[in-house]
DNA sequence: TTGTAGGCGTTATCAC
DNA sequence: GTGATAACGCCTACAA
């Protein structure tokens, strides 16, 4: 069955095949109307039966459209970015085009790197997370003559589209919502090296809250790499008045860490919430079913897909609505109050 | 900054400004030494000032290297799949060879579109779970003249190469340990429509073992579609009586559901280990951190990614030593045995 | 060390 | 409706 060494089926195979020219071919498999239906169908036939499947790097050679979607996420192992790619891939399904991935490891010298080498296969758009990019990367995304679409936060200056919403305002609201709750003392868990991730951001917020009603914001852990694991809190949790010994509440940088800390503080026999609280950010399934239930930030990173297919198909679908599309989309983002944190 | 409108810089723009032909400009960029290094210096420095961005497309066209490696997924928003894409991508990354992910959403057909649509940027290997495959999809990577490296479960007809273990083999060893613990109606939670998943192979493997022991493997627990969340397990958990009543232990198919189980339990004040046992598949990070730590089946998705990435390479290095490669690699798997299941 | 000619597999364009 | 020809942007092979 298998054509050992030999070359690759090619259009002009199948042309040859059914006595016809590659056009025909070309117009036979593009289903343009153009061609007789009989000659069509006999064409369809025999590339059924020499199992031709078109060079589309040759086509798009031709074309000048590759249709790939560059996508660029953090990282692949995490809920948010997973659940984005995902919905982007199947809402960007039928329309002819497809996600050149890749992950960036929370570093803007790799993303760098990624950037270049993806724009080597010449996409139709790029999609990718804003922590701020280096110079370069800033002249290869402007210099691509495609659209670029920014994710997750909104830049100050984007480069083109921006898809998110502001990492700072929503860490702000979750602290608020603490400190009515009756925290005094709460203290922030995020990773070191986040000055480059939305961490940062959140850190910001989070200050802006404390600072704007009088308490203090000193309370912050940095510890470890992003992404924060649930093992990374959980060694927090057991460590905790190594840090600080008078803190009430703990806002942690996601989900993970939050669960760990409860865990460690479970097994020390602190009650959550009633010695400490704990909150998180990005609501995993988890929080929904972890004892206590964790109170999180809650946002739709699926959501984020399905409006960046939209956009991107929107701009990519050439009419001069185009210049019209708005350059900001915000995304909705709602605190989630549940067991982990006091009761109002 | 931008060029609006203009073409795209392309090579000979760049060999133009050099005043040296493509060729001289090819060969710079590949460094092969071939180039006086003075002219190459001059030519690179060019290269920066124009921004030139190689089309990588049109040199695959011509060198009949692609540099893809088509990647599926059942899902790409699962630890396991995430890992394993992660390391794959990592350990591809000095090759020079490139991921081009989808993913099959636990369907055949898909896998099907998938597959062609996959073939057409016509990439030098292809990696995909094995599931069983439709006729035409195995046509169709048979006639690829590609290496096919099927991953996770070892088929019993593999087409080229095979990475993973028999979930069968594993799935029986856990219930055998399950049994020996002194478990005796032990349940098997899993989807349904799982006959195309390797959860189908799990449940050969659980009443192999229970079978083998003498004991009855009735108690086979199916709810919703791949892949089981926590949520699906907490559903199960609470109604665990409408299914069966003299459950003493439950097997689920992966630590999602088991997660939900075990918090189900809880609420209903039903111990675990004590009244029911519940052992997972797969090891996901929150089971080493809820109470009680989860009983699961232990594997590296990472360590898949990095055997694959390692075969891959051997393959397309080009020495002849290829067809010496083994056509099978078994991954480690061991039962990890914690607080959610009795103790010896 | 550099350049020229030709081709990779497809499609746009313009004849027929 | 169908075919011939010329790109698309790069690299191989050979020549200088």
Avoid at 92 to 105: R, V, Y
Avoid at 121 to 139: C, W
Wanted: include cysteine; aromatic fraction near 6%.
């Amino acid at each position: 069955m298998q054509n050992e060494k030999k070359q690759l089926v090619t259009m002009e195979d199948v042309a040859q095949a059914a006595g016809v020219s590659r056009m025909t071919v070309s117009r036979a498999l593009s289903d343009n109307g153009l061609v007789t239906e009989k000659t069509r169908s006999r064409i369809l036939a025999i590339v059924e039966e020499m199992n031709y499947v078109p060079d589309q790097m040759a086509g798009s050679l031709a074309t000048k459209r590759s249709g790939f979607v560059a996508t660029l996420v953090p990282s692949i192992n995490n809920v948010h970015y997973g659940k984005m790619v995902q919905s982007l891939t199947d809402a960007l399904e039928n329309t002819g085009l497809q996600i050149l991935l890749g992950h960036t490891d929370y570093s803007a010298q790799r993303e760098e790197v990624l950037v270049e080498s993806l724009l080597k296969r010449r996409p139709e758009a790029i999609v990718l997370p804003f922590d701020g990019h280096s110079k370069r990367t800033v002249t290869l995304l402007k210099n691509a003559q495609i659209p670029v679409v920014q994710l997750w936060e909104t830049p100050p200056k984007p480069i083109g589209y921006t898809i998110g919403f502001s990492n700072r305002d929503v860490a702000r609201s979750m602290t608020e919502e603490l400190i009515q709750l009756g925290y005094k003392n709460i203290a922030f868990l995020c990773e070191t090296n986040d000055e480059w991730t939305r961490g940062a951001a959140r850190r910001a917020g989070f200050k802006d809250a404390m600072e704007g009603a009088g308490l203090s914001a000193h309370r912050m852990i940095r510890f470890g790499q992003p992404p924060m694991s649930i093992k990374d809190g959980h060694f927090i949790g057991s460590n905790l008045k190594q840090y600080y010994d008078d803190i009430d509440c703990i806002f942690c940088v996601s989900d993970a860490p939050a669960f760990g800390v409860i865990s460690a503080l479970k097994e020390q026999g602190i009650s959550v919430p009633d010695d400490i609280g704990v909150a998180g950010f990005g609501n995993f399934e988890v929080s929904r079913f972890s004892n206590p239930t964790i109170s999180t930030v809650k946002f739709d990173a699926e959501e984020l897909g399905r409006v960046t297919a939209k956009l991107i198909t929107d701009l990519l679908s050439g009419d001069k609505s185009k210049t019209k599309l708005p350059k900001r989309y915000d995304i909705n983002v709602t605190n989630a109050m549940r067991e982990s944190t006091r009761q109002q």
